[in-house]
């Protein structure tokens, strides 16, 4: 396998484990503050990675030059997160879902200022079709919402959210110095810890962790393992291998994955016309990724 097709494996699988936590974060987010919920998941998932790196590559002192690369990077992913949480307490899954593959168009214009990385026009037909798509299904497929412009309080937290996220792909190449993805995502996990544990310390001391739901629990481990620890390193792999708006590119896929979770944990599908847009962005998908060079 080439670097560019292990970068596209490696999307593949972070869109589906993405996709679980919109399901499952919208099951816990009205049980637990999203700061406290986070540094958690931030904790274990800094615990695991710590570990991996460790007995892999090991972490070399030249990694811990420069350790405001790392707060910024931890800062940037940190507030994606608890935006993420504080707009699931009233979003939908589907409709969070779809509010993240806005992310995309965004994080070609972030490529383009930070790294000059240029948009070909094959990826802006692919880009502009998902957002089309991903606006579809956040307005519900009803056109009388669309032209009265009536979002949720919850998707628009989560589109700021987004941004954070926009911005930290190409931030990931930006300051990267040659570190394995393993033990640049340790960094920014450790950074992202002490960002969450001093914003949120009184929800954090406030928080009764023994009282709290099995939900939760089953959130944190899920976030913490696969939403976090294993796609914070499938994604700077892919972000190293992958323009940036290819690698967000992957996230129109998660719509999908999420109307797959939602019927797994018995919440029915959605309705046909929102399928609509969803195909949408499947189709942009298959644009971005068709016949292009990386």
């Known amino acids: 396998m080439t670097p560019s097709a292990r970068g596209h494996l490696a999307m593949l699988l972070f869109s589906a484990l993405v996709a679980g936590s919109f399901s499952l974060g919208a099951l816990a987010a009205n049980e637990i503050a999203p700061a406290a919920l ?11 990675i710590g ?11 030249e990694a811990v030059k420069a350790p405001w690369r790392y707060l910024v990077l931890g800062g940037l992913f940190a507030a994606y997160f608890v935006l993420m949480f504080e707009g699931l307490k009233t979003a939908v899954p589907v409709s969070a879902a779809a509010v993240f593959t806005l992310t995309p168009i965004m994080s070609a214009g972030f490529g383009y200022l930070l790294l000059r990385q240029i948009t ?3 990826m802006a037909l ?12 956040i ?4 056109w009388q919402i669309f032209r009265e412009f009536r979002i949720g309080q ?30 640049f995502t340790f960094g920014m996990l ?33 976030l913490a393992i696969f939403a976090s620890a294993a796609t914070f390193v499938l994604l700077q792999f892919a972000t190293l291998n992958l323009p940036s708006a290819k690698v967000m590119a992957y996230t129109y896929l998660v719509p ?39």
């Open 38 to 48: 986070n540094a958690v998941r931030f904790l274990i998932a800094g615990v695991v």
């Open 51 to 61: 570990a991996v790196a460790w007995a892999t590559t090991g972490i070399p002192r």
């Open 120 to 122: 070909t026009p094959r």
């Open 126 to 137: 692919g880009l502009s079709i998902g957002a089309v798509g991903a606006l579809w299904v």
């Open 139 to 142: 307005f519900r497929a009803d």
């Open 154 to 183: 919850g998707e628009v937290l989560y589109f700021w959210g987004c941004v954070s996220h926009a911005i930290y792909t190409p931030m990931v190449r930006k300051l990267n110095r040659g570190e394995a993805p393993v033990v």
């Open 190 to 222: 450790v950074a992202g810890f002490i960002i969450l544990t001093v914003y949120g310390w009184n929800d954090i001391r406030a928080t009764d962790w023994a009282a709290l739901p099995a939900i939760v629990w089953i959130t944190v481990v899920y």
């Open 256 to 294: 999908s994955w999420v109307i797959c979770w939602e019927i797994v944990l018995g919440h029915g599908a959605p309705t046909g016309l929102i399928l609509v847009g969803v195909a949408m962005t499947v189709v942009a998908l298959l644009l971005l990724l068709r016949n292009e060079h990386d």
